[in-house]
């Protein structure tokens, strides 16, 4: 069985940073891609960015670029978000996702496991 698992989250004031774990476990699971989403409070969730087994990076919201960065350790259990200079707009609930098959994709349909997601929340 497929397990992802998502920590990390917190409370953390405008500016500063912040690093969110996706924990991958699951018996000969070799996932093709792993990718992030946030929900914001009231809003629809939206893709922020995956990272391929391979390192490529797939890019999703124009508000991340240069803030956010994917790593993975080097047995690929665990996919982590960097975040830097924090802002209010990036309160949410972070959830990661991973795609068991091939392919990256941007849309949610596109993942086939998630985990239960970890809480941002950005004081100003």
């Known amino acids: 069985q497929v397990q992802l698992v998502e920590s990390g989250g917190g409370l953390v004031q405008a500016g ?6 996706c924990g991958i476990s699951g018996r000969s699971f070799r996932w093709y891609a792993v990718g992030w989403f ?16 391979a ?4 890019y999703g919201l124009d508000s991340v670029r240069g803030r956010f ?27 990661c996702a991973a795609i068991g098959g091939n392919g990256v994709g941007i849309r949610e349909s596109d993942y086939n496991y998630w985990g239960q997601g970890t809480q941002v929340t950005v004081s100003s």
């Open 55 to 58: 390192g490529i990076d797939v």
């Open 69 to 95: 960065t994917l790593s993975t350790d080097g047995a690929k259990n665990t996919v982590r978000l960097r975040i830097n200079f924090l802002e209010p707009e990036d309160a949410a609930v972070y959830s």
């Open 16 to 21: 500063g940073s912040l690093r969110l774990s």
């Open 38 to 53: 946030r929900q914001p409070p009231g809003k629809k969730r939206e893709f922020v960015q995956a990272i391929t087994w």
